[in-house]
């Protein structure tokens, strides 16, 4: 069960009298700006009422009551939310699609910005599809804006296109080999690249993955990161800090944000790092 719906429930079976988010974010132990989204999220649901008074108190809703004594029970309100939902198109949706699309709801409403998703599957089976009901549900909901672009980006055209790298490929290089002796006497040798602004290819903002351009393969990479499916070495995690508005070196869902913008070229993001004029 998702947060918003433990909120729910806890609000429903103890405090029909209504709470504040103070008192949510207390019993919850979560900070009082999300008690307050959540709660806002129930109350356009229709869930909860929104007092008058200061602290606004959340009550169950006057509809949701009625309901109740009606004998109008919870699966039917939840299945008569997925048939006008915008995923009541996609088969499955009230049975072996149902954990999906809550997965999906939960990560689009996630406070603040939601969190990124990675859909897997084999070609052909709906990922694409699904993609864009995510995004007509983000709409619905006002997580984006109504009028957000839907944008496919095909990997395939991206990955290895020197169109897209930071370097130039034709741009003058240095390349230097160093001889390193380990423990067991064996030699290796260690290259470094560096181009004719002098910026070695190991520190080059947004190459996450090291190989001294910038390109999606980077943002999949700084994604996966992100997710926990992989770890990454002091100076990826320096390279990975493509947004820095917030004049901190904290790695998150605005730097895959920026570093796509940028591979793009998109207006506002032609060089990394990315400092917003309106900070």
């Known amino acids: 069960m998702e947060a918003k719906e433990e909120i729910y429930q806890y609000i429903k079976e103890n405090r029909k009298e209504g709470v504040t988010a103070q008192d ?15 709660l806002n999220c129930l109350e356009k649901d ?4 929104k007092g008058q008074t200061r602290p606004v108190h959340f009550s169950i809703s006057t509809n949701e009551d009625d309901l109740e004594k009606s004998g109008y029970m919870e699966s ?14 996609l088969i499955g949706c009230n049975g072996s699609m ?3 699309i809550e997965k999906c709801k939960a990560a689009v409403n996630y406070p603040v910005n939601g969190l990124t998703m990675i859909i897997c599957g084999a070609s052909g089976v709906g990922k694409s599809y699904l993609a864009s009901l995510i995004h007509q549900y983000a709409m619905e909901v006002g997580a984006i804006e109504k009028d957000a672009p839907f944008v496919v980006l095909n990997c395939a055209d991206y990955a290895n296109n020197s169109g897209i790298s930071f370097n130039d490929p034709d741009a003058p290089t240095t390349t230097t080999t160093t001889d390193a002796t380990d423990v067991s006497g064996e030699t290796t040798e260690t ?3 560096t181009t004719d ?5 190991e520190n080059i903002c947004g190459d996450t993955t090291m190989d001294g351009k910038v390109d999606l393969v980077d943002a999949v990479l700084l994604n996966k990161f992100l997710a ?3 770890t990454f070495t002091d100076q990826q995690v320096t390279n990975a800090n493509c947004d820095q508005t917030d004049g901190t070196d904290t790695v998150g869902e605005e730097d895959t944000t920026a570093l796509i913008r940028f591979v793009l070229n998109m207006e506002g993001y032609q060089t990394l790092p990315h400092i ?4």
């Open 24 to 38: 949510i974010a207390e019993i919850f132990g979560i900070k009082r700006n999300v008690a307050s989204h959540y």
């Open 46 to 49: 229709g869930k909860l009422q």
């Open 76 to 89: 039917d309100v939840k299945e008569t939310e997925h048939n006008n939902s915008v995923f009541s198109g």
């Open 98 to 100: 149902e954990q999906v």
């Open 191 to 193: 290259t470094t690249v």
């Open 197 to 201: 602004s002098g910026t070695s290819s």
């Open 228 to 230: 926990g499916a992989v």
């Open 276 to 279: 917003s004029e309106n900070a």
